[in-house]
């Protein structure tokens, strides 16, 4: 990856998961730069091709770009941070620790990327304390 390119990426992203929204200084590494589209499927690194995500979206992700959809059984694309606007796809619970899908991207994303696990959960409970998320 070129260099500087990670330092675009984590500005545009304001150092946050693009997918579940995890602050990055809660960690003691760095966030990944994932290619929305994997190379593996053409995807350049490009920055319109590229992603903050913390380890988990990311591992979670890996190659994937579509899912089966649970209720009509069909492939449904995964949420991309480039062309979607997050708050179309997703919103918080009342106390912020659980996504909510708002659409059939949103609720796959949600599941391909095991967005509401129970560490999850539980690292939201603690940023929202904090009053830091």
Known sequence: ???????????R????????RAPE??????FVVDHIVPRVFGGSDE???????CHSCN???YQKQ???GVVRKSLIRIFDPRRDR???????????????GRSAIGRATIEALQ????RQVEARILWVKLNKF
């Open 1 to 11: 990856m070129p260099a500087g390119l990670y330092e675009r990426v984590a500005a």
């Open 13 to 20: 992203a304001k150092h946050c998961c693009e997918y579940c």
């Open 25 to 30: 200084i809660f960690f003691n590494h760095r």
């Open 47 to 53: 920055l319109d091709n590229l992603a903050l995500a």
């Open 59 to 61: 591992g979670h992700k």
């Open 66 to 68: 579509l899912i089966l």
């Open 86 to 100: 997050w708050g179309d796809h997703f919103r918080w619970n009342p106390n912020k620790t659980r996504l909510i």
């Open 115 to 118: 967005l509401n696990n129970d």
